[in-house]
Structure formats: C-alpha cells, structure tokens
C-alpha cells in the first residue's frame, strides 16, 4: 500500500525557517516525481515546489530563493527546507507523488498525497 507521511510543521516567527519531511512507502519512488503543495484557509490548494527523479527542480515564484526541495532516495524521504518564512506562508502544507519524470505543477496531476502538515508564520 503505499503511503505518504508528512512531518515537521509548527509555529515559527517571521524571518524563520522549518524543515518538512515527507516519507515514502509502498511504492517504486525513486522513480517518481515528488511535490510539495500548499493550502491555506479559504483558498486552493497551490503549487509550492516539485522534484523530478532525475532531482532537477521547479519552484512557485512566491517561494523561489526562499524554498528548497531535495530527496534521499535512501531514506524515501523527501525534505523541503523553508527559510525567510512569511506571514503569507501559512498553510497546511501536503507531499504528493506520481510516477513519471518531468516537472508537474497542478494538483491534479499528482495521484499520491501526504496527510498534511501545518505552517504557521506569525508576523
């Protein structure tokens, strides 16, 4: 079965940083494109970053220089290193995967997600 576990939200200030992980099972990931999405109260779910299996990466604008996505595929694990936190960054924030390579960058195209979890940046 597979299955997709997200860690490492909280409460953290302004300026801040956090590290989410994502852990992976179940399935044949080292060949899969990973993501990280985002969705805030009252609003979409919205692209945050992905990383293809051959690790080449794509970011959301509003994170670009910010964000860091990366992967052990060791571990099954997959990381976003979020620094210069917002306000603005606070959401619920979800892992998914799909098998293929390439750079996906809409929710729909993702056939796997974590649980979620949340970010809260206070100013």
């Known amino acids: 079965q597979v299955q997709l576990v997200d860690s490492g939200g909280g409460l953290v200030q302004a300026g801040g940083s956090l590290r989410l992980s994502c852990v992976t099972s179940?399935?044949?990931?080292?060949?899969?494109?990973m993501a990280w999405f985002r969705q805030a109260p009252g609003k979409e779910r919205e692209f945050v970053a992905t990383?293809?299996?051959?690790?080449?990466?794509y970011y959301a604008n509003s994170v670009k220089g910010r964000f860091t996505i990366s992967r052990d595929v060791a571990k099954n694990t997959v990381y976003l290193q979020m620094n210069s936190l917002k306000p603005e960054d606070t959401a619920v924030y979800y892992c998914?995967?799909?098998?293929?390579?390439?750079?996906?960058?809409?929710?729909?195209?993702?056939?796997?997600w974590g649980q979620g979890t949340q970010v809260t940046v206070s100013s």
């Open positions: 998914a995967a799909r098998y293929g390579s390439g750079h996906y960058v809409t929710a729909g195209s993702y056939n796997y």
């Open positions: 990383i293809a299996w051959t690790s080449g990466t």
């Open positions: 179940g399935g044949a990931f080292s060949s899969a494109s």
